[in-house]
C-alpha cells in the first residue's frame, strides 16, 4: 500500500524514476523548465535501463527535419495511419495529440539545450509502409549521431552496455548507407570513445544531467509513493539496506519500464506466451504496482513490442537468462521460420512488432499454440555471409545452433518430420527462383527489403534459396522488447484515476505507461519516441506546479 506522509529524509521538487531515454529527458525537462531540484532513482547500479542496449532511433512525425528532406507530413496522415492499425477504441486523441504536438517541440529543445543531437534517418520506412497514411520511403525516425564517451569521465563505467558487450563506434545512418568508414576516423572515434544507437542516446543525455549537477542515485529501488489525501508527496525507496522516504514538493515522475520480467504479471495480463524479453530484467513492473497502490487506471495491459529473440547459452548479468534479438537474422535472404509442424507461418520480413501476434495463433482443436515452438533455419552460405546472433566472425554459428547434413537430418536433430521440413524448403526455393514468395508475400514490401541485404535487388533482398548443406538451426523465443500497458495518462503526462481524474503530483512515461499509440509500432524508434516526449512533458508540467 502507499504511505502517509510522516515526515521526509531528503526532499526535492521533482523525483524521476527510472535513467532510460524517458526518465532521463524527464529529469532534464523539469530542471530546465523551473524545478530547482531534481533527483534521479535508479534501481539498478547501471544507467540508461533498455534504451542503452536498443538502436536508440526516436520515431517522431511532423519533425523540422522532414521539410529539409522533402517530406510532406500532416497531423491527420499520422492519425490514419496510426487509427487504422490500432485495436477499435483503444487509441486516445488526447495522449496521442500530445505526442505528435510535443514531440516536434522536444526535438527543438533537446537542439537547442541538450547535448543530444538526433537526424532524420533518409528512406527508413515506417513499419506497416503499405498503410493509409504511412510514410513508405521514410521521414519519421531519427538516428543519433555519435557521443563520445570520454565527456562522461568516471560515469563511463555505469551505463548500461549494449547486448553485444561492445559499442558500436558508427551511427545506425552511417552502417546503412556509408558503411566502412576510414581508418582515421575509426581511429579517433576510437580514442574519444564515441558509440552510436542506444548507447550515443543516453551517454548523451546523461552528459546534460551531469552538466546541470542533477543528482542521481544508483541501486535505490523505489517501493512505494507517500501519499498525503490524494496526492502523491514522495516515494519510499530502499538504498544500502534501509529504507529511505524522498519527498517530492512538485512531483514523482515513473519512468521504470515495463513489466515482462514480473511473472505473475506477464501470467495475469499479456495475452499469449511470452517467453523471451530481450529487456533488462530490472523491468519488473515496479511502478506499475505502485500506480496501482494510488488507484491509478490502466490501458493497454495485454499488450507489447513484440519481438522474435534467442536464449544465448550464458546467462545474464543479473544472473537470468539473456535473449538476443533476432530481427535482421529472419529478414536475409536463405533464411526461412518454421513452426512445430515444420512449416513456414508468416512472412519473415515483416515487422517484429506485427510478426509477435501471429505467435499467439491457438488451435481449438489441440488446444494449443500451433507456431510454438518455432525455428529459424539456414545454409552454410547464410552463415558464411553473414553475423549469426552473437557470431564475430564468418562461417560460424552460434553455439547453441543445431546442424544437418541434409535438411532431413537437421529436421531429426530438432524434433520435426523430415520430409514436411524438407518440402517447405523445397517449396519456399521454388519460390525465390521463380521471384516471388507465394506463401506470404515476403519481399513484397518496402519495409520488407530494407532490412535485408542491399548487396541484392528487391525482392531478393530478403529472398534467397536453403540449398548449401551443411544446414542449421536455431530455436526462437517468443519475446518483447518491453510491455506497453500501464497507467493511463492524460495530456499532460499526469496518471488518471478510473474516472479519468488526474492523481496530482503522480507523471509517468516510458514502457511504464499506456502506450499513446496504443500498442501501434509506427516505425524504428516507435517506443522511445512516444516515451520521450511523455518524458519531456512530464518533466515540465511537474516543474511548472506550484
Known sequence: MSEQVTGFDVEVDVVVLGTGGAGLTAALAAHDFGAGEVLILEKFGMIGGTSAMSGGMLWIPLNDQQAEHGVEDSFDEVVAYLDGLADDGHLDPETLSAFLEEGPQMLRWFEEKTPVRLKLFPGFPDYQSWADGAKEHGGRSLDNEVFPFAELGSWTKWVNPPKTGWPRRTSMIEDYYTPGLDSDTLADREERDCRGQGQALIGS???????????????????????????????????????????????????????????????????????????????????????????????????????????????????????????????????????????????????????????????????????????????????????????????????????????????????????????????????????????????????????????????????????????????????????????????????????????DGLYVCSNAMSSPTAGVYGGAGGTLGPGMTFGFIAGRHAAQQP
Request: hydrophobic fraction near 40%.
Open 205 to 503: 543525455l546523461l552528459k546534460g544531467v551531469l552538466d546541470r549537477g542533477i543528482p542521481l542515485h544508483r541501486e535505490s529501488r523505489a517501493r512505494h509513493l507517500i501519499t498525503e489525501g490524494r496526492r502523491v508527496v514522495g516515494v519510499v525507496t530502499e538504498e544500502e539496506g534501509r529504507s529511505l522516504r524522498v519527498g517530492a514538493r512538485k512531483g514523482v515522475v515513473i519512468a521504470t519500464g515495463g513489466f515482462e520480467w514480473n511473472e505473475t504479471l506477464v501470467a495475469s495480463f499479456l495475452r499469449g506466451p511470452m517467453t523471451g524479453p530481450v529487456s533488462v530484467p530490472e523491468c519488473e513492473g515496479d511502478g506499475l504496482l505502485m500506480a496501482m497502490e494510488v488507484g491509478a487506471s490502466l490501458g493497454n495491459m495485454g499488450k507489447s513490442w513484440w519481438l522474435q529473440s534467442s536464449q544465448e547459452l550464458a546467462a545474464h548479468g543479473r544472473g537470468k537468462a539473456n535473449y538476443l534479438i533476432g530481427n535482421s537474422e529472419r529478414t536475409r535472404p536463405r533464411s526461412i521460420l518454421v513452426n512445430r509442424a515444420a512449416k513456414r507461418f508468416v512472412n519473415e520480413a515483416a515487422n517484429y512488432n506485427a510478426i509477435g501476434p501471429v505467435l499467439h495463433n491457438f488451435d481449438a482443436n489441440t488446444h494449443d499454440y500451433v507456431n510454438l515452438p518455432f525455428w529459424i533455419v539456414v545454409d552454410q552460405t547464410y552463415v558464411d555471409t553473414y553475423r549469426f546472433f552473437n557470431t564475430t566472425s564468418a562461417g560460424a554459428a552460434p553455439p547453441w545452433a543445431m546442424s544437418g547434413a541434409t535438411i532431413a537430418e537437421l529436421a531429426e536433430r530438432i524434433g520435426l518430420d523430415g520430409a514436411v521440413l524438407t518440402e517447405t524448403v523445397e517449396r519456399f526455393n521454388a519460390d525465390v527462383r521463380a521471384g516471388r514468395d507465394t506463401e506470404f508475400g515476403r519481399g513484397d514490401a518496402t519495409y520488407d527489403n530494407f532490412w535485408g541485404d542491399r548487396n541484392f535487388e528487391a525482392p531478393y533482398r530478403t529472398l534467397g534459396v536453403i540449398d548449401q548443406a551443411p544446414f542449421y538451426a536455431v530455436k526462437m523465443e517468443s519475446g518483447v522488447l518491453g510491455t506497453c500497458g500501464g497507467p493511463r495518462a492524460n495530456g499532460n503526462a499526469q496518471v488518471i484515476d478510473w474516472n479519468d481524474q488526474p492523481i
